[in-house]
Protein backbone atom coordinates (compact mmCIF):
# COMPACT_ATOMS: atom_id res chain seq x y z
CA UNK A 1 0.00 0.00 0.00
CA UNK A 2 1.32 3.31 -0.82
CA UNK A 3 1.46 6.14 2.12
CA UNK A 4 -0.63 8.46 -0.51
CA UNK A 5 -3.40 5.26 0.19
CA UNK A 6 -2.84 4.53 3.83
CA UNK A 7 -3.52 8.81 4.56
CA UNK A 8 -6.72 8.11 2.45
CA UNK A 9 -7.70 5.31 4.58
CA UNK A 10 -6.78 7.37 7.65
CA UNK A 11 -9.21 10.28 6.02
CA UNK A 12 -5.90 12.88 6.65
CA UNK A 13 -5.03 15.04 4.34
CA UNK A 14 -1.93 16.94 4.47
CA UNK A 15 -1.76 20.82 4.21
CA UNK A 16 0.43 22.50 1.43
CA UNK A 17 4.16 23.12 2.92
CA UNK A 18 4.43 26.09 5.03
CA UNK A 19 7.07 28.87 3.68
CA UNK A 20 9.72 29.07 6.32
CA UNK A 21 9.15 32.21 8.61
CA UNK A 22 12.93 33.75 8.66
CA UNK A 23 16.44 32.70 6.88
CA UNK A 24 15.99 29.43 6.72
CA UNK A 25 15.46 27.12 4.16
CA UNK A 26 11.93 24.18 5.41
CA UNK A 27 14.59 21.16 4.51
CA UNK A 28 17.41 19.68 3.64
CA UNK A 29 18.60 16.39 1.96
CA UNK A 30 22.05 14.96 2.62
CA UNK A 31 22.87 11.39 1.75
CA UNK A 32 20.00 9.48 2.50
CA UNK A 33 18.64 11.82 5.25
CA UNK A 34 15.87 14.36 5.46
CA UNK A 35 16.27 16.99 7.74
CA UNK A 36 13.01 18.99 8.15
CA UNK A 37 13.38 22.13 9.61
CA UNK A 38 10.83 22.77 12.97
CA UNK A 39 7.20 22.98 11.96
CA UNK A 40 5.38 25.19 14.69
CA UNK A 41 1.38 24.50 15.31
CA UNK A 42 -1.45 26.75 14.72
CA UNK A 43 -2.30 26.64 18.58
CA UNK A 44 -0.18 29.53 21.00
CA UNK A 45 0.01 29.83 24.33
CA UNK A 46 1.61 28.34 27.79
CA UNK A 47 0.78 24.54 28.05
CA UNK A 48 -0.01 23.89 31.93
CA UNK A 49 -1.43 27.23 31.89
CA UNK A 50 -3.83 28.67 28.82
CA UNK A 51 -3.07 25.55 27.41
CA UNK A 52 -4.10 21.48 28.29
CA UNK A 53 -2.07 18.83 27.44
CA UNK A 54 -4.99 16.99 25.35
CA UNK A 55 -4.98 20.12 23.33
CA UNK A 56 -1.52 20.64 23.30
CA UNK A 57 -1.17 17.11 21.83
CA UNK A 58 -3.69 17.94 18.92
CA UNK A 59 -1.31 20.68 18.15
CA UNK A 60 1.52 18.37 18.23
CA UNK A 61 0.01 16.26 15.47
CA UNK A 62 -0.96 19.21 13.29
CA UNK A 63 3.01 19.63 13.23
CA UNK A 64 3.43 16.37 11.87
CA UNK A 65 1.66 16.75 9.58
CA UNK A 66 3.57 19.97 8.21
CA UNK A 67 6.45 17.51 8.66
CA UNK A 68 5.21 15.25 6.45
CA UNK A 69 3.58 17.94 4.14
CA UNK A 70 7.80 19.13 3.92
CA UNK A 71 8.86 16.03 3.29
CA UNK A 72 6.23 15.02 0.78
CA UNK A 73 7.84 18.01 -1.15
CA UNK A 74 10.89 17.27 -0.71
CA UNK A 75 10.74 14.20 -2.01
CA UNK A 76 7.75 14.19 -3.98
CA UNK A 77 6.18 11.07 -2.93
CA UNK A 78 6.49 9.99 0.90
CA UNK A 79 6.75 6.37 -0.94
CA UNK A 80 10.39 7.46 -0.63
CA UNK A 81 10.78 7.27 3.25
CA UNK A 82 12.62 4.40 4.74
CA UNK A 83 12.58 5.15 8.08
CA UNK A 84 11.25 8.20 10.50
CA UNK A 85 14.65 8.32 12.48
CA UNK A 86 14.32 11.22 14.88
CA UNK A 87 11.65 13.72 16.09
CA UNK A 88 13.21 16.69 18.37
CA UNK A 89 9.47 18.34 19.95
CA UNK A 90 9.56 21.47 21.64
CA UNK A 91 7.00 22.21 23.97
CA UNK A 92 6.16 26.01 25.40
CA UNK A 93 5.18 25.12 28.92
CA UNK A 94 5.41 26.66 32.44
CA UNK A 95 8.22 25.28 34.69
CA UNK A 96 6.30 22.78 36.88
CA UNK A 97 4.83 21.29 33.51
CA UNK A 98 6.29 17.61 33.10
CA UNK A 99 4.08 15.84 30.38
CA UNK A 100 5.92 17.08 27.42
CA UNK A 101 6.09 13.02 26.23
CA UNK A 102 2.59 13.07 25.91
CA UNK A 103 2.05 16.40 24.55
CA UNK A 104 4.37 15.52 21.44
CA UNK A 105 3.12 11.69 21.52
CA UNK A 106 0.64 14.05 19.37
CA UNK A 107 3.14 13.72 16.50
CA UNK A 108 5.05 10.24 17.38
CA UNK A 109 1.60 8.37 17.16
CA UNK A 110 0.84 10.47 13.76
CA UNK A 111 4.05 8.90 12.20
CA UNK A 112 3.56 5.20 13.08
CA UNK A 113 -0.39 5.54 12.03
CA UNK A 114 1.27 6.56 8.49
CA UNK A 115 4.51 4.54 8.30
CA UNK A 116 3.72 1.42 11.09
CA UNK A 117 7.15 0.37 12.11
CA UNK A 118 8.93 2.60 9.65
CA UNK A 119 7.12 5.80 11.72
CA UNK A 120 9.16 4.41 15.25
CA UNK A 121 11.78 6.73 16.35
CA UNK A 122 14.00 7.99 18.38
CA UNK A 123 13.13 10.98 20.72
CA UNK A 124 13.52 14.54 22.31
CA UNK A 125 10.24 16.17 24.46
CA UNK A 126 12.10 19.11 26.09
CA UNK A 127 10.14 21.97 27.74
CA UNK A 128 10.90 25.33 26.04
CA UNK A 129 10.26 28.87 28.47
CA UNK A 130 9.07 30.44 24.89
CA UNK A 131 8.69 29.10 21.07
CA UNK A 132 8.36 31.44 18.17
CA UNK A 133 5.42 33.62 17.37
CA UNK A 134 4.11 32.01 21.00
CA UNK A 135 3.10 29.01 19.93
CA UNK A 136 2.25 25.68 21.81
CA UNK A 137 4.85 23.62 20.02
CA UNK A 138 7.18 23.02 17.48
CA UNK A 139 8.83 19.58 16.23
CA UNK A 140 11.61 19.06 13.58
CA UNK A 141 12.37 15.57 12.13
CA UNK A 142 15.12 13.39 10.53
CA UNK A 143 13.99 10.87 7.93
CA UNK A 144 16.04 8.31 6.02
CA UNK A 145 15.13 8.31 2.31
CA UNK A 146 15.56 5.81 -0.69
Known sequence: MTIE?????????L???????A??????????????????SALKGRVGDQVGTAEAAEAARGCGLSLLAQAKAALGTLDRV????????FVNSTADFT??????NGCSDLMVEVFGDKGRH???A??????????AVEIEAVFEIE
Not at 82 to 89: F, S
Open 23 to 40: NYVPYVISGNLLFVSGQI
Open 5 to 13: TKLAELGIT
Open 122 to 124: ARA
Open 99 to 104: DQPEVI
Open 15 to 21: PDAPAPA
Open 126 to 135: VSAPALPRGV
Open 82 to 89: ERVVKLGG
